[in-house]
T-cell receptor, first 118, second 114 residues
Framework: GAGVSQSPRYKVTKRGQDVALRCDPISGHVSLYWYRQALGQGPEFLTYFNYEAQQDKSGLPNDRFSAERPEGSISTLTIQRTEQRDSAMYRCASSLVYSFSPLGTEAFFGQGTRLTVV | GENVEQHPSTLSVQEGDSAVIKCTYS??????FPWYKQELGKGPQLIIDIRSNVGEKKDQRIAVTLNKTAKHFSLHITETQPEDSAVYFC?????????????FGTGTQLKVEL
C-alpha cells in the first residue's frame, strides 16, 4: 500500500478481554516498530522487528503485551487481559533499512489504533 | 536509557514570524535526531532530520541545529504560515545497528496566528 496501515482505527474493549492490533507496513520495509502514545505525550517505544525477528522488546510494559511478525511483513500486537491503563493510541511505524545507512532511516508512521478499555 | 526533553510545550507566533523549539538529550551515543510534525488525527510525519556528523541542516523554511557537546538540538521555522500549526516532536536514536528505536520528546503545540 501507499503507507503504513493499521487496523482497527478504533477499538473499545471491556477490561479483561484480549485485543489484537494489526499493522501492515509499507511494502518492502525491513524494520517495523510499535509505539504507544498517551494523550499529550510523544510516542513511547514498545518493540521492533527486523524482518520476522523481534530485535528489542524492552519497551513492552509487562508480559500481557506481545508482538509477532511471522512472515516479515504484517505484525500483530496482542494485549491480554486488558486493563484501563492500557488505553492509549498504539502506533506502528516502518522503515526501509535498519542500519545507519545513507539510504536513510526515516520511519513512516501509521494513523494508529485508538484503544479504549472500559 | 535515553531521555529527551523538549521546550516549550506550547508556542504561539504571528504569521510570518519565526518559531524555535529546543530539545536536549542525555545519551551521548545518540547519533540521529529527527523532527516530526503531527497534525490532528494523523500519525507523526518526518519533516527534517540530522545526524551527529553535521551541525546544521536546512530545508527551505525549516532548519535544525545540533550541538553535540551540549547535547541539544533545535528546530527553526522561518516565515511561519497557518499550515505550520501542529504538534512537533523531537526524537533521538542511536541508529547504527540498533534499528531506529526512537526516544521522543513530549511535544510542542505550535499555533500560528493570522
Amino acid at each position: 500500500g501507499a503507507g503504513v496501515s493499521q487496523s482497527p482505527r478504533y477499538k473499545v474493549t471491556k477490561r479483561g478481554q484480549d485485543v489484537a492490533l494489526r499493522c501492515d507496513p509499507i511494502s518492502g520495509h525491513v524494520s517495523l516498530y510499535w509505539y504507544r502514545q498517551a494523550l499529550g505525550q510523544g510516542p513511547e517505544f514498545l518493540t521492533y522487528f527486523n524482518y520476522e525477528a523481534q530485535q528489542d522488546k524492552s519497551g513492552l510494559p509487562n508480559d500481557r503485551f506481545s508482538a509477532e511478525r511471522p512472515e516479515g511483513s504484517i505484525s500483530t500486537l496482542t494485549i491480554q487481559r486488558t486493563e484501563q491503563r492500557d488505553s492509549a493510541m498504539y502506533r506502528c511505524a516502518s522503515s526501509l533499512v535498519y542500519s545507519f545507512s545513507p539510504l536513510g532511516t526515516e520511519a513512516f508512521f501509521g494513523q494508529g489504533t485508538r484503544l479504549t478499555v472500559v | 536509557g535515553e531521555n529527551v526533553e523538549q521546550h516549550p510545550s506550547t508556542l504561539s507566533v504571528q504569521e510570518g514570524d519565526s518559531a524555535v523549539i529546543k530539545c536536549t538529550y542525555s545519551d551521548s551515543a545518540s547519533n540521529y535526531f529527527p523532527w516530526y510534525k503531527q497534525e490532528l488525527g494523523k500519525g507523526p510525519q518526518l519533516i527534517i532530520d540530522i545526524r551527529s556528523n553535521v551541525g546544521e541542516k536546512k530545508d527551505q523554511r525549516i532548519a535544525v541545529t545540533l550541538n553535540k557537546t551540549a547535547k541539544h538540538f533545535s528546530l527553526h521555522i522561518t516565515e511561519t504560515q497557518p499550515e505550520d500549526s501542529a504538534v512537533y516532536f523531537c526524537a533521538a536514536s542511536k541508529g547504527t545497528g540498533g534499528g531506529n528505536k526512537l526516544t521522543f520528546g513530549t511535544g510542542t503545540q505550535l499555533k500560528v496566528e493570522l
